[in-house]
């Protein structure tokens, strides 16, 4: 089947969040990248993925915190200003609420795992 508009604007939504994650935090900033509204980009978001257009947002910040924690020896605080977040410790209660781990214990247990394998 041919693509359709939403599923166009949902690639473009997803190229343009892997590439501008770490500067552009809001669905509004997205929406205004990709010339389109708030409110229409989160709908597309939902009939593509069943997700908000935040929630992939917050997904993807959340992947590339997991990377930098696992993969990095930089601050937990330097993490949570690289990807937007203006307080360092709102980033750890969100980073806790999405992975079930504060980034501390993520980090250690990452090192952990790694370690038993050397």
């Known amino acids: 089947a041919p693509p359709t508009a939403g599923s166009l604007l ?23 990248a990709l010339a389109v509204t708030a409110p229409h980009l989160s709908r597309v978001c939902r009939q593509a ?3 908000s257009a935040s929630a992939l947002i917050r997904d993807r910040q959340m992947l590339e915190a997991r ?3 696992a993969y ?5 605080a330097e993490i ?8 360092p410790a709102y980033f750890s209660r969100v ?14 247990g990452f090192t952990d795992r790694t370690a038993g394998d050397i």
């Open 10 to 32: 949902f690639s473009r939504f997803q190229d343009l969040l892997d590439g501008e994650y770490a500067r552009l935090h809001t669905v509004d900033a997205y929406a205004r």
């Open 49 to 51: 993925r069943g997700r």
């Open 67 to 69: 990377r930098l924690l």
């Open 72 to 76: 990095t020896q930089i601050r937990v």
């Open 80 to 87: 949570a200003y690289e990807l937007g977040y203006s307080d």
């Open 95 to 108: 980073f806790a609420a999405h992975t079930g781990l504060s980034p501390r214990a993520f980090r250690q």
